[in-house]
């Protein structure tokens, strides 16, 4: 823990100099011990461990140090809601997570919001990283939700980025799944953690560091840079025990956080979907390569040889029936029209016409009920004159 701002500016002083990595930093940290020791080396010491012109710039002092020093420490111990706390960690810290230790690339500091005081304790085998299309289907967002809220609810943490998507609907379902006994999840973010992005997600930022963990490698005031998003993966993947891909097209940064998985000796569990979906042809790629196919969340927690607690019945995603038989009696479907569509719409996205061979309406009044049930938002219209049931159907 850092206990002075002396001690916070020789970690950021570190973290900030031009051309030193986090490779390089491990290794000066490995020769000196502590950032203040490496202060204290003449060049020609640094230069046994580091090439010259690295030496060069750990003798200058980085753009802006002073003053982002001054403010990380005043974020710090600024004063926030009961319960939410704020951390840095660093490499060797007590609270720092054993999880990331394991991986390739762990980064030097980790900056933290919300139930702080759960960074020691996190355990990868009680953690699942959920990821995919920052524009998915309704039925993956549903799937998303759902399969989190499950997870949740048997006791595990969710992991993922606070993208729009998946992300915020697996954040979503975790919390909604929350158990007294385990931090329902985590959102590992790419900007520095007093901004928010993107910003749509600012409530669900605020409801995840009152009850869940904020995380993010990267120092205050850092914004939404591209290339933060696809190497903040890694930290989600590598906090879990598996990482779970409900949609992604090709190519996809949910596939980069399986392949990151992988590497990082973790599963990878993909969400089968529809074949003329694009969305879904990521997940069956990863499929094909030998990714376990979940169709529930039971299929989930058996894979990662987890029992689940509640007993909870499997969240199925298969659903096949036509809203009628051309030659049989229409009274029940007169009488229940929403369930009969419904039950013609199953869970992928249908076109009007194969709808309508389905269930055998006249085009009006196929139409008709179709735009009846999108405004009471059991139905939902995608692009390409397709449609699917929504969470509300």
Known sequence: MLNTPEELGFWLRLSLTPGVGSDTARRLLAAFGQPDAIWRQPESALRQVVSALQAKALREIPPGWTELTEATWNWLHAVSEPGMGRAVVTLGDADYPSALLQISDPPLMLYAMGQSSALRGLQVAHSVAMVGSRNPTPQGQINAREFARSLAASGLTIVSGLALGVDGAAHEGALLGATATALPTIAVVGTGLDRVYPRQHRALAHQISQHGLILSEYPLGTPPLAPNFPRRNRLISGLAQATLVVEAALP????????????????????????????????????????????????????????????????????????????????????????????????????????????????ARLQGQLLEMELMGQVGRLPGGLFQRTGAG
């Open 252 to 363: 996809s940064g949910s596939l980069i956080t399986a392949k990151q998985a992988l590497e990082q000796g973790r599963d990878v569990m993909a969400i089968p979907g529809s074949i003329h979906s694009a969305q879904s042809k990521g997940c069956h790629l990863l499929i094909k390569q030998g990714a376990k196919l979940v169709e529930s969340a039971q299929d989930v927690l058996e894979e990662l040889r987890l029992p689940d607690p509640l007993g909870q019945v499997p969240l199925a995603l298969a659903c096949t029936g036509n809203c009628a038989d051309p030659g049989a009696d229409d009274t029940a479907t007169q009488d229940r029209p929403e369930e009969a569509l419904l039950s013609a719409l199953g869970h992928d996205p249908v076109s009007l016409d194969a709808l309508q061979a389905r269930c055998g309406w006249p085009t």
